[in-house]
């Protein structure tokens, strides 16, 4: 962009405009405009790749945006074609035989043209410049190029045959136009793209509106060749009358041919004067000038004639008194007509181009505003999103910190109350073992195989009871204690993670089975080492004591001590082989023994001091009783007291063992408890875990969004300002060669 301006602002031998050379002006400001069209089709190029390169974000660029950059594409590719073809065009008309295929010739310095006494031009024939050596024309409708020496063929009227093309042999032909190519470096006009248009006369077929139609239109200059020796005719005001119409200002050049004939005519001047008279009201009618030295520079007295021989170097060129001046009169119209061609060219093509250029500069920074606008507001809206996410993000992350810290603490107190309930609930069952026991029918036969499976049904019936009663009693309050704490924690979770995300929390939710205690008292392994002791035994007896101390020193229960033990504690045998067991109870045992004896000397001093004081009576009397309730406990020794017997050992020694248990049983509902309440946490926590990832992936995805929408407004902001230099370029070509001052008429 910046080789543009400088080309267009550059050094002043460069740049500067030569009034000298107003032909290479259009070819200058042709070459600028081509740069400047150039730089457009490159930006626009740009604009379009960078929306491609967008993929499919309508919200960024709408189809409307896309569509209207295609145009601009379009509309730059047709006229760069335009322009390219673009040249100086000027049409010659006048009456027949009024010598404008002379003229043309004596512009051209060549003869190419054909000429003649009579009605020679038959067509519409067109030079412009060819390469180099290239003398050839080309019939319209065809692409056949001839040699030029076939022209006299063709685009002589006085030629009776159209050679082998069978459009050149009937009445259309003075509508055909043949376009001539005739090598550049044979004359500066055709160098600097000036195309010469020579018509047949006006008078021939006044079939004006096609002619203006087909060949007028995109003229920049129109020379009208007259006869000095008439005036203007009808025909040709006609004609002019339509193009100013048509073409609302015209340029036109009057050129007054064959003034040579006034030589030595002493009136000369004052036809003269009239004609310039007659030539001036009718440069008026057709609103080319309006002032009188406007006028006397687009009307000029000439010999194309003598120019044209003179310009041959003929040896014997055809000049008459004053062909001087007339020569001076025709170099002059070449130079007027140079630099009016040229800034007309300048105008009629390349200030619609430019106007062009600048409406698609305008459209283009409006396309590029629209879409920064949707672009600005997409951001807004990202980062409104992202500021909303972002706190939403923050906010569940804080609150869970916080509903965790309150579930800790609710999860403690849960296991305190279910360590109070549970201990108080097996507690309430080992009081009720009687009751449980008693409730027992099945009937009890005094045989050894028939009380072991006695046993055996009455530990399954206990098991079952006991294992029954203490799960109903933690179903109750402390199930419904710990579903209200589970929802409490999925209701205050959802809340947490919003009604977006609630969903993912119902997936895991919908099929959660609900909990329930696990209770084991395994009755039967509690019993195993139960052995029951159905052999009569006085109560007050020396072998029921020495059972109870041996089951007070074991810490077992009197109904775990088997004879083997109680043989093998009395048994002084110290075998290094006996197990440490039978060791420690056979000690226990001897010490038992030592009380007793020490204790019978004892009772037998007490005994002595007592008799003396209380006599044998009363000795006799404790003796009496002693062995009375020997003998009624041996009376009611049966089998009936056998089973209560059996029942009572039962339930001492099982009660005694649940005692034992009782922590371990309660620590284990705890854990359940525990267990169960941790794994709904950690679902309820994977799943927050989860959705907090996707909360910060969304954060990202927002964030990377925002940034993608800064590189588009910042890629629209350099394309829009890259438009500000095209702007700079076509001030600059405006000034350089539309301003007021480009060369005029001198």
């Known amino acids: 962009m910046s080789g543009t301006i400088t080309h267009l602002n550059g050094t002043p031998t460069a740049g500067r405009r030569t009034n000298n050379e107003p032909l290479q002006r259009f070819t200058e400001a042709k070459k600028h405009m081509g740069i400047i069209y150039n730089d457009l089709e490159s930006y626009v190029n740009d604009l379009f790749t960078f929306y491609k390169e967008l993929g499919d974000t309508s919200k960024l660029v709408p189809q409307q945006q896309m569509d209207e950059v295609r145009r601009f594409q379009e509309s730059i590719r047709t006229i760069k074609e335009m322009f390219g073809r673009d040249k100086m065009k000027v049409v010659f008309f006048g009456r027949t035989s009024n010598g404008k295929s002379t003229v043309i010739n004596a512009m051209l310095h060549s003869k190419i043209l054909p000429q003649g006494m009579g009605h020679t031009t038959s067509c519409f024939l067109q ?39 069978p459009r050149l042999t009937n009445s259309a032909i003075h509508d055909t136009l043949v376009s001539i190519f005739y090598p550049k470096s044979s004359s500066k006009l055709l160098q600097n793209e000036v195309v010469l248009v020579d018509s047949p006369g006006v008078d021939l077929k006044p079939e004006y509106d096609t002619w203006i139609d087909k060949h007028c239109l995109d003229a920049d200059l129109f020379v009208l060749v007259c006869n000095s020796e008439s005036t203007l005719t009808q025909a040709e005001k006609s004609f002019f009358s339509r ?51 406007e006028a006397k520079k687009r009307i000029f007295f000439i010999s194309a004639r003598e120019v044209l021989e003179k310009r041959l170097r003929l040896s014997q060129a055809y000049q008459l008194d004053g062909w001087a001046i007339r020569e001076q009169n025709f170099n002059e119209f070449e130079r007027n007509f140079e630099q009016c061609i040229s800034r007309s060219a300048i105008r009629t093509k390349f200030e619609a181009h430019e106007h062009r250029a600048r409406d698609i500069l305008r459209d283009m920074r409006e396309n590029v505003e629209n879409v920064s606008q949707l672009a600005l507001r997409e951001k807004q809206r990202l980062e409104l999103d992202f500021k909303l996410k972002h706190k939403e993000f923050q906010d569940c992350r804080n609150n869970f910190i916080r509903l965790e810290e309150s579930f800790f603490n609710e999860r403690r107190k849960v296991r305190e109350e279910v360590h109070l309930k549970v201990s108080a609930d097996f ?126 020193k074991t810490g077992k229960p009197v109904t775990a001590l088997s004879q083997n033990h109680v043989k093998a504690a009395l048994t002084l045998n110290s075998d290094a082989q006996r197990n440490e067991e039978d060791a420690y109870m ?119 969004g925002i940034g993608h929408v800064d590189e588009v407004i910042k890629g629209l902001s350099s394309i829009k300002g890259k438009t500000s230099f095209l702007d700079s370029s076509l001030d600059s070509f405006n000034e350089k060669f539309m301003a007021p001052d480009s060369p005029t008429l001198r």
């Open 427 to 552: 507690y309430e069952e080992i009081m009720r073992l009687d009751a449980i026991i008693d409730k027992f029918n099945e009937p009890f036969i005094d045989e050894s195989e028939k009380i072991a499976e006695y046993k055996k049904m009455l530990a399954y019936y206990v098991d079952k009871v006991v294992t029954t009663d203490l799960e109903a009693k933690c179903s109750g309050g402390l199930m419904a204690r710990i579903w209200a704490l589970e929802n409490d924690l999925y209701k205050h979770v959802s809340e947490i993670v919003g009604s977006n995300y609630a969903s993912k929390l119902e997936a895991i939710w919908r099929y959660k089975q609900p909990f329930k205690f696990t209770i084991t008292i395994d009755c039967i392994n509690h019993l195993e080492d139960f052995y029951e002791d159905l052999v009569f035994r006085f109560s007050l007896g020396p072998s029921a004591i020495l059972r109870r101390l041996v089951a007070y």
């Open 243 to 293: 193009v100013s119409k048509k073409l609302s200002k015209p340029n036109v050049f009057i050129l007054n041919n064959r003034w040579d004939a006034s030589a030595g005519d002493a009136q000369a001047e004052k036809v003269r004067k009239q004609h310039e008279k007659r030539f001036q009201e009718f440069l008026e009618e057709l609103n080319v000038c309006k002032k009188e030295e």
């Open 127 to 165: 030079v412009e410049g060819g390469s180099e050596n290239e003398k050839s024309f080309i019939v319209e409708g065809s692409d056949r190029k001839r040699p030029i020496s076939e022209l006299e063929k063709i685009g002589d009227a006085l030629s009776l045959s159209g050679g082998d093309d």
């Open 586 to 704: 056979s000690q226990m045992v001897i010490s038992a023994a030592s009380y007793m004896a020490n204790g019978g000397v004892g009772i037998a001093i007490v005994g002595t001091l007592v008799y003396k004081t209380v006599g044998w009576k009363v000795l006799a009397a404790g003796a009496a009783a002693y062995g009375g309730l020997y003998l009624l406990e041996r009376w009611r020794w049966n089998s009936g007291a056998k089973e209560m017997h059996l029942k009572d050992q039962f339930r001492s020694h099982l009660s005694q063992r649940l005692r034992q248990v009782s922590r371990m049983h309660t620590v284990q509902c705890e854990d359940q408890v525990m267990r169960e309440l941790e794994q709904v946490y950690e679902g309820l926590k994977g799943t927050v875990g989860g959705i907090h990832r996707e909360m910060k992936e969304n954060l990202d995805g927002t964030k990377k």
